[in-house]
């Protein structure tokens, strides 16, 4: 007869307690239970609806981000990522593959299609007009997608179908979802990469709008086929049949496409992670004890990553740059990727390669000596004439009280060239408007001999 040792059932036990605790922490049942089904759909029904509020609310919303992209402003992004209404189509498609709702599906991409058309050619507007046309920080973070951006669409989706679908929607959750999966910012990228002609901004940042709406509508399909959302059902059996059956191919269509781009983006950023570290790591190594790294490429591609060096020094050997790519390739798991070490073709000191590094340093400081010079010259220019304008206003306003038939008064300093004599001088010259045709003669000739003791110098010429 078989007994058990109480060592053998405490493990056991344990594990029903573990269990039991997590159940308990994450209430998978209770996340069931409470659910909203009908209201849910409804509220997501309804927010796919594009016309009217939605329409002016996702235009202005649309301006206020371009806005803050343009000055590289993150508080006025997030502000417009609040009041977009960009997720709703997104969710509404989600639901819609999740119960086999044909009629939801086609109205969610129609209007999310629409909403995409409407929210470049906003952007595009604002920027075509726009005196800005630099690319800001703000702008150029949309425009490469990377593996993070699949995270944060999966998650911040799930985040978001889970709020929406309580009994009590917590609304802070929402707010955060539509904060942290940024759909309108590669939108408003998108229209300043029409708008400046520079298509690569236009496709990049397409394509991460592309990402962050398939995660977010893969999430919301997800929970609703896990929470049990009823599904549509249909008289004709035949027609309900045939709803499935588009919608699965359908997804199936729009997934396959998306997996290829979210692992070559897991391949992509793999690689720049580990290839930063061989180039930073080899170069402690034997291999550069005479030699310098002056630039590192980092280009990926599906084919054949390749890494770019340019090394200044001692030339590396045929056989040197051959076990640096065995080491890159098994020592760093960069397998298929390339390295191309360009080179000097002569054998340079790196005492001299320092010379010559100083020499080039030194001429930059030169260069820089020169143009804080010219600026330093500018300002100087610029004071004078402020200083001048002020002494001229004074001046004219002390006349315009002693001579009360003074119209209009001008002192300025003026060039003159003489070409009998080849001579070139500025001579303070004062204007002259009286307000009645009588003659003025003696008062200007006083006015001068005061301003040449007031200015303190020996000629002041008279215009009228």
């Given amino acids: 007869m078989n007994s058990t040792s109480p060592k053998e059932k405490q493990p056991s036990q344990f594990l029903k307690k573990m269990r039991y605790w997590f159940k308990r922490l994450l209430q998978l049942t209770q996340l069931k239970e409470d659910t909203d089904y009908e209201a849910t759909i409804d509220n997501i029904t309804k927010s796919v609806t594009f016309r009217g509020m939605n329409l002016w609310i996702l235009f202005f919303a649309i301006i206020v981000a371009s806005v803050g992209l343009n000055v590289n402003s993150t508080a006025v992004i997030i502000g417009a990522m609040l009041i977009s209404p960009l997720m709703g189509p997104i969710n509404g498609l989600g639901l819609a593959i999740g119960i086999f709702d044909e009629e939801l599906m086609r109205k969610s991409l129609t209007n999310l299609v629409i909403m995409v058309v409407i929210s470049i050619l906003a952007s595009t507007l604002y920027f075509f007009i726009s005196p800005l046309g630099d690319a800001q920080s703000e702008l150029l973070a949309r425009t490469n997608p990377t593996l993070y951006d699949v995270f944060i669409g999966f998650f911040g989706g799930s985040a978001g179908i889970v709020a929406l679908s309580r009994k009590n929607q917590p609304m802070a959750v929402i707010s955060g979802v539509a904060i942290a999966t940024a759909l309108m910012p590669p939108l408003c990228t998108a ?25 977010i509508a893969l999430a919301t399909f997800l929970f609703v086929r896990y929470l049990g959302f009823p599904q549509t059902k249909y008289v004709d059996k035949k027609r309900e049949t045939a709803v499935k059956r588009i919608i699965t191919i359908f997804t199936v269509i729009v997934i396959i496409p998306s997996i290829i781009a979210a692992i070559n983006m897991i391949r992509e950023t793999a690689f720049l992670s580990q290839s930063k570290k061989f180039v930073t790591e080899i170069q402690e190594t034997p291999y550069f004890e005479n030699r310098q790294v002056f630039n590192v490429d980092r280009h990926f591609n599906r084919t054949e990553p390749v890494i770019t060096m340019s090394v200044v020094g001692t030339p590396l050997s045929s056989t040197d740059i051959t076990e640096l790519q065995q080491c890159m390739r098994t020592d760093y798991g960069l397998k298929n990727s390339k390295l191309v070490i360009k080179q000097t073709g002569e054998t340079i000191d790196i005492t001299k390669q320092n010379e010559i590094i100083e020499n080039m340093l030194d001429k930059k400081d030169v260069e820089i000596q020169q143009r804080d010079s010219v600026i330093l010259s500018l300002r100087n220019k610029i004071s004078t004439v402020e200083q001048s304008q002020s002494l001229s206003t004074q001046i004219a306003k002390e006349l315009y009280i002693q001579y009360p038939n003074l119209e209009l008064f001008a002192l300025e300093d003026v060039f ?32 001068v001999k005061w301003l040449k003791v007031r200015l303190d110098v020996t000629d002041i010429r008279v215009t009228h």
């Fill in 191 to 215: 229209g300043y990469g029409l708008a400046t002609f520079q298509f690569r901004y236009f496709f990049g940042a397409l394509y991460l709008f592309f990402i962050n709406s398939f995660f």
């Fill in 416 to 447: 003159y060239y003489n070409p009998q004599t080849d001579t070139k001088e500025n001579i303070p010259t004062a204007y002259f408007k009286w307000k009645d045709k009588a003659g003025h003669q003696q008062s200007e000739e006083a006015i």
